[in-house]
């Protein structure tokens, strides 16, 4: 690999600007990056200690938080501490470990939304089979089939990337290590291999995305035939959620890959990028979390539990 003795650090062009915007920057990627690991913890932490969380839905959900703590936490940190440190600079390696991560962590996520919307469809289109149908067992496989192809894709994804030569421009258009803007400073004539690889990963996403689609239908047309209204009421609770989340995360990633790789890149990019990696995981506590009646009770089951009632009344008044 020639462009390892060649190439032993890259610059992170990032978010160029005055000083007091780069810190107002700062400020707000560093906000965003606490709320997602405080509440993606948070969820991981009630769906772990409560008896009640032991489903499939919240093993899922479980899940999830762990890959967008993963997601958000190869790249918000970094790009702070170089906002910070006004050095723009990652090394190779660095490099690599950030672009592998980014990429599984996504890719990981993808395969368990998909995943997520096959337990809904088990759960309200066939209630009376659900517990054969999404065994523990059936549950860890799924789980374990999406980490398998998030951390096979990737490491391809990788070391395909990286087998390129990066001879003279080493400044990436972006806030991290990311594919596309690698491939356009690369001075390696033949990427096709990449952007082959980038195509069949749009074309997984798509899959997954009919996959829902057609999920969904089939919830929604069994929804309707249920006789009570806080029955479909109930039903819906628990589908709209993913949906809402997956249909974020996927109108982001697909905003900031779908297009031209060699393209120059624009503040347009920098921002889908942003929503790409930070809004999801950031999202997903609130979506998951707050408007879950079951959260909210594993939580105050939680919280009597470390802290109870009378000691909680003694906190409040002091």
Not at 67 to 81: E, G, H, Q, R
Not at 118 to 123: G, L, S, T
């Amino acid at each position: 690999m020639d462009n390892m003795s060649m190439v032993t650090e890259f610059i992170l062009m990032g978010f160029a600007g005055p000083w007091k915007l780069q810190i107002l920057q700062d400020g707000i990627f560093l906000v965003i990056y606490l709320t997602a690991l405080m509440g993606n913890g948070l969820i991981i932490t009630i769906t772990s200690l409560d008896p009640c969380l032991h489903t499939p839905m919240y093993f899922f959900i479980r899940n999830l938080s762990l890959f967008d703590i993963c997601l958000i936490s190869a790249v918000v940190p970094k790009t702070i501490v170089n906002s910070l440190t006004h050095s723009n600079y990652i090394s190779f390696l660095g490099c690599v470990i950030q672009l592998f991560l980014v990429a599984f962590s996504a890719t990981t996520e993808l395969f368990l939304l998909t995943m997520m919307s096959i337990d809904r469809y088990a759960a309200i289109c066939h209630p009376l089979h659900y517990e054969v149908i999404m065994n523990r067992g059936t549950c860890v496989q799924m789980v374990f089939f999406s980490c398998l192809t998030g951390g096979f894709l990737s490491m391809i994804h990788t070391a395909v990337t990286f087998t390129f030569s990066y001879c003279e421009i080493i400044e990436i258009h972006q806030f991290f290590c990311d594919i596309p803007q690698l491939l356009a400073i690369s001075c390696s004539k033949n990427i096709s291999v990449e952007i082959a690889l980038l195509f069949i990963n749009i074309v997984l996403g798509f899959c997954c995305f009919i996959c829902i689609i057609i999920s969904y239908t089939y919830i929604f047309s069994t929804v309707r035939k249920i006789p009570s209204t806080e029955g479909r009421s109930k039903a819906y609770s628990t589908c709209i959620p993913h949906l809402t989340v997956f249909i974020l995360f996927l109108s982001t990633a697909f905003g900031a890959y779908l297009k031209p790789i060699l393209a120059s890149a624009s503040f347009t990019d920098l921002i889908l990028s942003a929503f790409y990696i930070m809004l999801p995981p950031s999202l997903n506590p609130i979506i998951y979390g707050l408007r879950n009646k079951a959260m909210k009770l594993g939580l105050q089951k939680l919280t009597t539990k470390f802290l109870p009632k009378e000691n909680l009344f003694l906190f409040l008044q002091s």
